[in-house]
């Protein structure tokens, strides 16, 4: 399959720049597209076939529900039923924006959409050329993010276009994402909310808004526990993984400084490529390996905006080990290190 890609100004609403991909998910194919938060990659959720289609191209395995893309608030009773008034409150407040919400689902929603579950995830985008193409296509679009499962999520177009060339009908290519991690999932079928990943809207915003919610206990474990299941189906899976191994280094900057310098030095020496995550503010300090910068700690959303470039960078540099600083600190630190944690396959250590 030749996959089409189609360069879009952010603000478009030009009807030619959206007909080709609305007609593409019409016919239950598939498009990828930029979210505020990540690329999607797209399909007529309501169609069993099109969902299908994600599965396979995504190499994604079948348990792991899509969630479902909207433009506008209405469809949350279309798709959803028994819909608590915090859930819409949460809607009201967050939406458009990066928080999915899960609810259970209408019989509209086939099965072969949630992965087997009667519960359904929702999020309105706050991107403009997403809500254009949903509103276009008059599509409820499920949509994971478009990469191969395993793989660092796409920030931008030329991501997608590493995985999925020849395998979707379609990218629309909005330039970088704004946020650069994936949007944060609260199920609200639980008496007590919870939060099953952790996003770019944190608990304490959401708290503001409905009181207490709870966290999966899985997030909070240091070290996966294979007795323990995640309520998000996908969070069981090794996501984000970069092909180097990594480890997170944690302690007084200084300190990890001189770590990671003197093993990067030892892995030099015994001939392998090696991998620094550093910051704006570190970088200089680095005087061997191959050193990114992941963004400035003085902006910590830059951080999350450089994070899955750079597992991608040190994926195509074809680099054998990779020390990063750890980011626990500030607002987000929740949500970066849920990801980058994953990405290490745990491996931190404290000093
Ligand atoms: O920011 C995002 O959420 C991006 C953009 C494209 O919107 N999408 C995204 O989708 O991250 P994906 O498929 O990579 O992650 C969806 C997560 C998975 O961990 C899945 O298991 C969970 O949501 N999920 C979906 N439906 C669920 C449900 N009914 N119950 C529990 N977890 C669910
Ligand atoms: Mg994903």
Redesign the pocket.
């Known amino acids: 399959m030749e996959t089409i890609i189609k360069k879009i100004d952010i603000h478009s609403k030009k009807p030619e720049d959206f007909s080709k991909a609305a007609y593409i998910l019409q016919q239950g194919g598939l498009v990828a597209f930029p979210?505020?938060?990540?690329?999607?990659?797209?399909a007529d959720g309501l169609n069993k076939e099109a969902a299908k289609k994600i599965y396979y191209a995504k190499g994604?395995p079948s348990d792991?529900?899509?969630?479902l893309?909207i433009a506008d608030k209405d469809a949350l009773d279309v798709l959803a039923i028994d819909v608590p008034k915090n859930a819409k409150k949460l809607a009201e407040k967050f939406w458009p924006g990066?928080l999915?919400i899960?609810l259970k689902?209408s019989i509209q929603v086939p099965k072969e959409t949630?992965?087997g579950?009667?519960?359904?995830?929702i999020?309105m985008?706050a991107h403009p050329l997403?809500l254009e193409l949903i509103r276009r296509s008059h599509v409820f679009i499920a949509?994971?993010?478009?990469?191969t499962s395993g793989r660092p999520?796409p920030t931008c177009a030329s991501h997608v276009f590493e995985d999925l060339n020849g395998k979707i009908d379609m990218i629309l290519d909005g330039g970088s994402v704004e946020?650069g991690?994936?949007?944060t999932?609260i199920?609200m079928t639980s008496e007590i909310p919870m939060i099953?990943?952790p996003?770019f809207i944190t608990r304490e915003m959401i708290e503001k808004e409905i009181g207490t919610v709870s966290y999966d206990r899985v997030v909070l474990l240091e070290k996966p526990d294979t007795h323990i299941l995640?309520?998000?189906?996908?969070?069981k899976?090794r996501?984000y993984a970069p092909k180097g191994n990594l480890c997170i280094i944690e302690g007084k900057m200084e300190q990890v400084i001189d770590y990671i310098s003197c093993n990067v030095h030892k892995k030099i020496l015994q001939g392998n490529r090696v991998g620094i995550i550093a910051t704006e503010e570190t970088k200089e300090q680095y005087k061997e390996g191959i050193v990114k910068t992941i963004g400035s700690r003085k902006d910590e959303k830059t951080i999350l905006q450089g994070l899955y470039s750079v597992l991608r960078e040190f994926d195509s540099l074809k680099v054998e080990y990779i020390y990063s600083e750890s980011f626990s600190e500030g607002e987000h630190g929740q949500a970066i290190m849920n990801r980058l944690l994953k990405a290490a396959g745990y491996q931190k250590e404290k000093i």
């Open positions: 979210t505020e938060t990540v690329y999607g990659l797209g994604r792991n529900p899509l969630i893309h990066p999915t899960i689902k949630t992965g579950l009667n519960t359904v995830a999020r985008p997403a949509a994971p993010s478009a990469n999520s946020i991690i994936e949007s999932i199920d099953l990943r996003g995640p309520k998000a189906p996908g969070m899976y996501h």
